[in-house]
């Protein structure tokens, strides 16, 4: 149970889901950030961006949200779930490109802290065919989904319970994106 009464019923709104619907004048901002972040027109797909935020949740421990993400980067990533989850075991030997490689470097230094980023992961990145966009994207998606996952995990949300839902959701999440996710 949440740790405050976000007036919706927690399993059929689990994670960030209840806490948008409780305070939508805030919800409705976050939504739109991500919407932007990660589906709108990119250099690096809507799935890779997808698998940045699961990663980031993974190491941050995040349940709700490293599911979710892990489920609605797997349905946009033509290698689906197992990518995904040799992506979060262990990025350096995952089946991805170096220049994805170098940007999931640059999103786990973020987790652990903004300083952590150096110049030489930035250069490295950039050696890789990153481009700022890129860099700049991903240091982003990591600190919004660092926020993301202390606001879930702060209010003590409820992850859903059934693997299914987080298919079911990342069906929709595809189809008509994160606006409509409230």
């Known amino acids: 149970m949440a740790h405050i009464d976000l007036g919706v019923p927690e399993a059929e709104f689990p994670g960030i889901r209840g806490p948008l619907r409780f305070r939508p004048e805030t919800g409705q901002p976050l939504l739109e950030l991500v919407e932007v ?13 997808e ?8 190491r941050n421990e995040c349940t709700y949200c490293c599911s979710a993400h892990s489920a609605y980067a797997a349905a946009q990533l033509d290698e689906g779930m197992s990518l995904v989850e040799q992506v979060r075991a262990d990025p350096d030997s995952a089946p991805i490109s170096a220049k994805l490689r170098a940007l999931l470097r640059i999103a786990a230094a973020v987790q652990v802290s903004g300083r952590e980023v150096t110049t030489e992961l930035v250069e490295a990145a950039r050696t890789e065919g990153a481009t700022d966009l890129e860099i700049h994207d991903t240091v982003l998606i990591a600190a919004a989904f660092c926020m993301f996952n202390r606001y879930v995990d702060g209010l003590g949300t409820v992850p859903a319970a059934d693997p299914q839902w ?5 069906e929709r999440i595809v189809r ?6 409230v």
């Open 37 to 49: 972040l990660l589906r709108g027109p990119h250099p690096l797909s809507a799935g890779e961006r």
């Open 51 to 58: 698998l940045i935020a699961a990663y980031v949740s993974g």
């Open 166 to 170: 987080y298919v079911q959701a990342s």
């Open 176 to 181: 008509t994106g994160y606006r409509q996710v």
